[in-house]
C-alpha cells in the first residue's frame, strides 16, 4: 500500500474510533450531568491569544487605521494592501480591520463553560501585531497589551505577555527592559520564522536559515540571559532549524507554535502544496520525523494551538470550512496523537490563535475537538494540557518556579 492511502486509511480509522469514543464519553457526561472538563480544572488558560484595535494601537499601519473607518472599501482593498498570499493564511483579512479585544473574547468563548463544562479564566497575549506585516515597538505593543480591561465585567485575566522582538537586533537588550518596565507580565519573545518555498504561501521571514544564524544565535544570549521564554512560529519543513537552537540553549525554554504548521496537510494551498494525497502524505511523513526528533529535547514545548488555520489546508471559503467539532477532531486527531505520544502530558499546551482561527473553528470547537481527542487519557492530561502546563512555561502568578529546560 502507498504512504498516501496508508495515511488516508489510518485517518479513516481514527474517525471511526473517535465516533465510538465520543458516543460513550457522552453518556457519561450526560449521567454526571456535564461535559468532560467540567471537575476536572478550575479554569482553562488559553496560551494563545492575539489582540488589535485599528483605532487604539499604536501603529505605524495608517492604511489599516484609515480603513478601519470605511468598512466597505477596506473589505475590497485589505488583501491587495497586503498582499495576495494573506488569504491563504487568514481567509477574511477584513477582520484585520476590526478591533478584537477583551469583551470580545469574552463574547466569543461564551459558549465554552456551558459546552465544555468549564470557562477560560486566564489568557497568555501573545504579538499583539498587526498581521499586515507593519510592526510597532515591543514597547509599544506590551503597554498596549497591559492596559487592556482583562478582568473586568467577566473578561479572563491575562497572566503572561509575549512580545514581538527579533534577536538580531542590536538594542534587543534595551527593548525587553522597556518592555519589562511597561509591564511586570513580560515572560517571553516571540518571533515569526515562517517562510515556504511555496511562492504562494505566506512569509513571515525575509529569508531561511535564520535561526540557527550565528547573528541569531549571539542576539538569543540577551534573552537567555533573562530567563525569558522563547516562542516560534515556523512551517513544518523548518524545525531542524528550531533543534539547532534547542540544543544551543537547553536552558531556555522553547515553545513551538501551532504545532509547527504542516502547511497543506489537509488540502491544497499555495501554487501547489498539498495538491494531490502523495503530496500530503509526504507533507506528515516528515513533520512526523521532525516532531520526534524535536522532542527529544526537553526544553522544547508545543503549543496545541492553530488547528484550524486555513494553511493546513482546510478550504478557502471566507467561514466555515471544518464545519464543526467532530470534524476538527477527525482531522486533526493524528496529529494531537503523535504529539501526545512524543512530548507527554507535561510539555503541550492549549492556545486558541483568537481571532486568527475564528473564520474555521469556534472556541468552544477547539476546546471541545482537543479534549474528545484527549479525554480517554485521563484528567491528569486534560489537566496538564488546559491550565497547569501555562502556568509553569508562563509562571503564571508563580515567577520563581521553573518552567520546562530550567
Not at 487519557?377 to 509562571?395: H, Q, T
Request: proline content about 6%; some cysteine.
Amino acid at each position: 500500500m502507498s504512504s498516501a492511502r496508508r495515511i488516508e486509511s489510518t485517518g479513516r480509522s481514527y474517525g471511526l474510533i473517535l465516533i465510538v469514543r465520543l458516543i460513550v464519553r457522552r453518556r457519561v457526561c450526560d449521567a454526571r450531568g456535564v461535559d468532560t472538563l467540567g471537575g476536572e480544572l478550575p479554569g482553562i488558560v488559553d496560551a494563545h491569544l492575539h489582540q488589535w484595535n485599528p483605532r487604539r494601537k499604536p501603529s505605524s499601519d495608517v492604511v489599516s487605521r484609515g480603513l478601519h473607518y470605511v468598512t466597505d472599501l477596506g473589505r475590497q482593498t485589505v488583501p491587495r494592501v497586503i498582499g495576495r498570499r494573506e488569504p491563504e493564511f487568514l481567509l477574511n483579512p477584513s477582520a484585520l480591520l476590526r478591533a478584537y479585544e477583551p469583551r470580545d473574547y469574552l463574547a466569543d468563548g461564551a459558549r465554552v463553560l456551558p459546552v465544555t463544562g468549564a470557562r477560560i479564566d486566564t489568557v497568555v497575549c501573545v504579538e499583539s501585531l498587526s498581521l499586515s506585516g507593519r510592526d510597532t515597538s515591543p514597547m509599544a505593543e506590551t503597554a498596549y497589551l497591559a492596559a487592556l480591561p482583562f478582568g473586568a465585567g467577566g473578561a479572563p485575566h491575562v497572566g503572561a505577555i509575549v512580545a514581538a522582538a527579533d534577536p538580531r537586533d542590536d538594542d534587543l537588550g534595551r527593548q525587553l527592559d522597556e518592555c519589562a518596565a511597561a509591564s511586570d507580565l513580560l515572560r517571553g519573545v516571540r518571533w515569526c520564522a515562517a517562510r515556504h518555498p511555496d511562492s504562494g504561501v505566506r512569509d513571515f521571514a525575509a529569508a531561511d536559515n535564520i535561526l540557527p544564524s550565528a547573528e541569531f544565535l549571539n542576539g538569543f544570549e540577551t534573552i537567555a540571559g533573562r530567563r525569558l521564554v522563547f516562542e516560534v512560529m515556523c512551517y513544518s519543513h523548518q524545525l531542524y532549524d528550531v533543534v539547532i537552537l534547542a540544543r544551543e540553549f537547553p536552558d531556555t525554554t522553547i515553545v513551538v507554535d501551532h504545532i509547527g504548521i504542516p502547511v497543506g496537510a489537509f488540502g491544497p494551498v499555495g501554487a501547489r502544496t498539498g495538491a494531490t494525497a502523495a503530496n500530503r502524505a509526504d507533507i506528515l511523513r516528515l513533520w512526523r520525523e521532525r516532531i520526534t526528533t524535536l522532542a527529544t529535547y526537553p526544553n522544547v514545548v508545543v503549543k496545541l494551538s492553530g488547528l484550524a488555520l486555513p494553511v493546513l489546508g482546510y478550504g478557502k471559503a471566507r467561514w466555515g470550512n471544518i464545519g464543526g467539532r467532530e470534524t476538527l477532531a477527525e482531522m486533526v486527531g493524528p496529529l494531537v496523537e503523535h504529539l501526545a505520544a512524543r512530548f507527554g502530558p507535561e510539555r503541550l499546551l492549549f492556545g486558541s490563535n483568537y481571532p486568527v482561527d475564528k473564520p474555521n473553528a469556534t472556541l468552544e470547537d477547539l476546546v471541545g475537538a482537543l479534549t474528545d481527542i484527549l479525554d480517554d487519557r485521563g484528567s491528569y492530561w486534560l489537566r496538564r494540557i488546559f491550565a497547569d502546563n501555562a502556568r509553569a512555561v508562563y509562571r503564571l502568578g508563580a515567577p520563581d518556579d521553573p518552567a520546562p529546560g530550567e
